[in-house]
């Protein structure tokens, strides 16, 4: 979605800067829903909302391919922003669920491959994507026509999660204090919570920084990218894509 805004750009088909937007969207529902997804993933069984949020990133993924096809960039960054949102439901559970099924003894270990694994995967799929998109690019000479293939093997991908999450050892739920708006609006009182320890407050620092510096990271390659082909023309998505290995490196 970013290298197909830069090429909407570059035929004036869309505003400058849309292809930031979808970095926004990545991270705005972490900020927005961050006590709800920790409520959330308190209240049910980890295990239980694994397997919804495969489904919700099943019809998230759908809603973008539809509005791919429909040719609307706006629509497609809605479905990103509920793909995010997936994301960010389970990203709770998903780091919860290690100590209840590996225990305390090997929950460093396999914390260390779980939080390993999804970077690798973020890290790999802009580089696989960036080449992907201008293959498709060259052979097709369209920009959403180019996106169609990576976005419906990213379904057939999102089908195989399911599977893999009905394989996850059922949990036990945690029933506790009820949803509420206050709880929803609690990010002050957390971050206040957060920063009251210096151990927790260090760690925190050093994840926000690790994540925003990468994401800085990824916007400034894009823009070299970008002015290298004039502004988003074929070979723009290569580029960055080879930038960014060098980066990932």
Not at 86 to 115: D, I, Y
Request: proline share 3%; with cysteine; aromatic share 12%.
């Amino acid at each position: 979605l970013v290298v197909l805004g830069a090429w909407l750009i570059e035929r004036h088909m869309a505003p400058k800067g849309v292809e930031h937007l979808v970095t926004v969207m990545l991270v705005l529902p972490y900020i927005i829903f961050a006590p709800t997804c920790g409520w959330f993933s308190d209240r049910f069984a980890k295990s239980a909302v694994i397997q919804w949020t495969s489904w919700l990133q099943i019809v998230a993924v759908a809603l973008t391919i539809w509005a791919l096809h429909a040719r609307h960039l706006g629509l497609a960054i809605g479905g990103f922003f509920l793909i995010s949102t997936q994301a960010a439901f389970l990203s709770p559970s998903k780091v919860g669920v290690v100590k209840e099924l590996v225990g305390s003894k090997r929950l460093g270990f396999a914390s260390g491959v779980l939080e390993g694994t999804v970077i690798l995967a973020i890290l790999a799929g802009q580089i696989i994507g960036g080449n992907w998109f201008d293959a498709r690019l060259r052979a097709l000479g369209d920009g959403y026509a180019a996106t169609f293939e990576p976005f419906y093997w990213l379904l057939v991908i999102a089908g195989v999660s399911i599977g893999l999450a009905y394989l996850v050892r059922p949990t036990a739920k945690h029933p506790g204090a009820p949803w509420t708006f206050q709880l929803a609006t609690s990010h002050i009182r957390d971050l206040k919570e957060l920063f009251a320890s210096q151990q927790l407050r260090l760690c925190g620092l050093g994840v926000a920084f690790f994540w925003g510096f990468g994401g800085f990271i990824a916007l400034i390659v894009l823009q070299i990218a970008e002015t290298l082909h004039e502004g988003g023309k074929e070979g723009t998505a290569t580029t960055f894509a080879a930038l960014w290995t060098m980066a990932v490196v």
